[in-house]
Each structure stands twice: as C-alpha cells, then as structure tokens.
C-alpha cells in the first residue's frame, strides 16, 4: 500500500482488501519480456496456421510480410521491416542444400572425372570410368530410399563423396598392369580380387556398424556409404567385362616414382619422424564442442536480424525460462510447485514468474468446498477489523457481495459443474498472443513456462521436477554430444573389427603393418588440427572413420604390389587424388558440418598416400631391389 504502484490497484482495492489481486500481479510481472521498444518502432507478433517447414506455411507468410510492408509504406514511406521467423530460416536453408546439390553434384563429377582425363592418355579411355561412380551414386540412392521412408538431406550432401570413392575399383582394375601379355580379363579379375575384397570389407564392414547409431542421419550415412561401394565394386568388375580393352597406361607423371637415393631415403625418414610428432603432440590440443548450428547452412544475414527481433521483444541472456511439463495440467501445476521449492533453494534472490501462479493446486481446489465451512465466520471478523483499523466497512461492499455469492457456489456443491479441468481450459482459451505460449492443457502434452531472473544454469533442475531449461540450442547441443560418444563407441568397435579382418586375410604380421597406415594418418590429422587450434564435432569423428576406413584401400593395395615384388601402379595414386578432390569440394560447402567432414577425410587420405609413398622411399636400395 506504501508502494507508488498501489496507485494502479486503487480502484480495485474496495473489491480486493486482502490485496490478493497485486500480490498476483507481482509473481507474474516478469512474464512480461519485452523491451522498451524505440519510439519509432512497431512491435508485431503474428501466428501462422501452417506447419513453417512446407511451402504451405512459408510462401503465404512471405507474401503477408510483404504485404504489410507495402501498406505501412503507403503510410509513411520510409518505413523498414525487420522480421524473423521458423518459415524464412526454413526456406534460406532449403535454397542453400539445393544450390549445394545441384552445383556440388557436377563440381565432384568434373574434378574426379578430370583427374581421370588428365592422368589418362585418352579421353574416351577416362570415360570408362564414369559407369562405375554413376553406378556406385545410383546403388547407393536406390538403397537408402528403400531402407528409409524419410531420409536426411545431408546424406545425398554427403554422398556426393561417393564419386571419389567408388572410382578407386575403377582405376585398380582398369590400371593395374597385366600379368603377362595377352592375360584374359577373368584371369585379372580372380588375381585383384582378394584386395579389391579386402578394401571394400573394410569399408563395409565398418560403415554397417553405423546401423546401431543412435542418430538417423548417421544410420542413413551407414547405408548409403556400404550399399554404394558394394555397387561400386560389382558395377566395376561387370562394366569392364563390357569393353574391348580393359587396360590401360597412365600418363608419365602420374605412374613416375622417386628416386632411392640415400639422399631421398634420409629426406623420407625426417618426414615420417616429423609426422609422427605431429601425430603424437598435436592431438592433445584438441576441443570438441558440437552445435546443431552447424546442421543449417550459414545465414549470417539472417541471423543477425532475427537476434535483433528477439532483443527487442524481451530476448535476454539474463533471464532463464523454464519448461514444467505434464501428462495433464495438474500434473505440471504439482511439479511446478515442486520446481518452485527447489528454484527458491538454489537461487534464493533470483524471481520466477509463471501463470502456473494463477492456477490452484488439484488438490487445493478439491479440499475447497470444505474449507469454506471453516469460514463462516470470516466475513464478519474482516469487519470488525477493518473497523478497528479505522476504515469503513461499507466501502468494502463488493468484496462481501462477491465473497457471499463465491461461498454460497460452494456450499451448495454447484462447483461439481466447474471441474478443474474446465477453470483450467477456460483459463487457457481466454489467453492469446503471446501469453498463449504461457501454458498448454493438451492432454500428454501439458506445460507451464516459468521466467526465472537469473542466467541459465549449466545444468537442467533434477528429472524428477519434469522441469527444463527452454535454452533449447544447449540441450540439443548436448544430445548432439552424446551421439558423439555414441558415434566414438561405434568406431572404436569398427575398427577393432577391420583391424581383426586385416589379421584373418593377410595374418598377425602383414595385416598389422596394413592397419598402421590408416591409423597414423588419422592421429596425424587430428595433430594438423590440433595445432591448427580447429574446435571438433561429430562430423570430424565421422569422418576421421571414413578416412581410415578408405585409407585401408592403398595400404591393401600397395602391400599386394609388395608382396608380388611389383611397383606401386598408379591406380593408388589416382584413387587418392579422386578421393581426396571429392572430399575437398564437400570442404568447400556451406554447411559447416558437411565442410568439417570434407576437410577431415581429404587430409586423412592424403596423408595415407604419402605415408605409402615415403614408407616405399625409406626403404634401403637392396630391399626395393629384392
């Protein structure tokens, strides 16, 4: 009553003397977020019928802003628009993967097939190659539509790796020298197979794990990387069977070696010490943090606007908003009240408004009727004490009409017609705008929102609150962090699995020192990025294991040449190159994601190539001899 706001209940206190109305008002106050908005600026909350992810819901909406603008423009002709809104973000993010596809998916083609027409002498000849990545893309698209009813726009993003990948088979089969001359095709084949197996198993093998994923996106990844090296493969093997000469020389430079020189050897072994440094030291300076961000296109212009928008309606870093959730409103009223103890305990001087406030508990509004037979002496004590306190009691007249009518509802049972589930959805239907984001009695799906004044905590309140932290970006950057760990549980089983399959094909010896290769090139990646201070996520995880599982395809392929006292054909280059150029135009996207992917692979697979290339180079003259 002291308080200058008292001024605004003045009229309301004859109906209200318990002040019952302010001391409301008072816990709700701060569920009014918005800002002082600038003189010459209109603050406008819409709502939209449809679902903002459909055209239905997206293209309308743009029409209606644009619309209004020009309303508010025939009015005062400088008036701007800054607006923000779940449909433009939607409609941004989708022209962005469609550009990413339709100038990624070429881009790939050109710089495989490129590398393919530069290193081979014929053009016509390089254009053999193209059935097996056609294949290979075809297969792997036919496969995970049919596995999968709805499928992650960042697989066929991702997939578009596949060009590189899959033409390895490609350039081993259509490069590797014959035997003797005149070797029939079949012959060639039943010669290759074992590595051409070996390397797709390893691959295979290990991407079908990423079936148990607890995340669609990586599920779909598993099948469409398996399913398209499989095709790749068969597509390969049947295609050249097709053509009049399934050989073929690269050009010069590509098959060109160096020199074992004890100058070159001594060049090789300093760089493979300095690299295993780098793989020792650099992996120590790593920091992960995953954000769902990094799933949309990078729409700065948008982002910033929107930031705005929301400042200027009340978005705040200081504040904290809660969710108490509910199989029935009742229920979330009871946690709320559960929630409020403990808010009090943790943050004793932070305020929570909610308009949970303003509902009774079930249990209350139940024990009502009795409670009110306790107070039929009520009325005439609050007389007699207005009295005493100097004040006219007859001025209170509509407090004690309101009051006998309230009571007589009760006591006569007529309430039995009010449950509490229709006060609480008459509460509910009456609230519009933005207080109707407030609270929701949907059955299985109840909540009440709560503003706390006080940051957000790190940690969510306990479980049994059924309470949580409307941060929403940091709960599902969270969940993206488990299925990080998720995602590190099933590559380290993959790899133990490809390690185990190397030592059954090639025995304990040769199959370890295939699996070294992979193996290092990934921990030496991890020290360039380390030392690059690069902050990971799950797709540099994802890909580090699709580096080293298509990494296992030169060490495979170089250790046959070695067995067979043969030099390295050109094929292992160029598949590294192929492979490492489609993985690069993947780090060129827009989507940081899919670019934290791209680069990860590509970096792995080039250092795999070199770590063969050096590994051949360190070797004594009299053993490249023997």
Known sequence: MARPEALAFAELIPAD????LPDLVEKVQALDTSADAPADTALIWT???????????QNPVFDAVDAALAAAQAVAPGATIRWAAISRFAAESKRGIMQELFVGTPLTLFVVLGIAILCLPRILGALNLAPVVFGALLGACVAVTLCFEHVHFLVFVLGLMLAGVSIDYGFYLYLQPQKNPGEPYAAKVRRLMKPLLGSALTTVLGFSLLLFSDLALIRQL???????????????????????????????????QLAHTPRTRRAAIALLCAGALVALLGPWRLHWHDSTRELQPRLPRHADEAAGVRQLFGDSAARTVYLTRGETIADARDSLEKFTAWHGAQFPDAATASLGYALPLRADYDALPARIETLRGFPDALRAALERHGFDAAEFAPFFAAWEKFSSFEREGARKARPYDDVVANLSSSLHGQTALLMADTPGASFLLTVADHPAPADDPPAALATTSLNQLESLNKLFARYRLSALRLSVIGLVLVGLSMWAIYGVRRGTLIFTTPVFSCFFTFGVLGLCGVTLNLFHLLGAFLGVCLSHNYAIFTAENDARKERPPPSIRLSAFSTAGSFGVLACSGIPVVSALGVTVAL??????????????????QLQQT
């Open 604 to 621: 792995i697979v080039l250092s795999a190539l070199a770590i063969v290339e050096l590994k051949r180079a360190a070797k004594s003259e």
């Open 17 to 20: 003397p318990l002040l019952l």
């Open 222 to 256: 598993g099948v469409f990387v398996s399913a398209g090296l499989l095709c790749a493969l068969v597509t390969a093997v049947l295609w050249f069977a097709q053509i009049k000469n399934p050989n073929m020389q690269a050009r010069a430079f590509a098959s060109a």
């Open 47 to 57: 709502l939209t019928r449809e679902n903002p992810l459909h055209e239905a819901g």
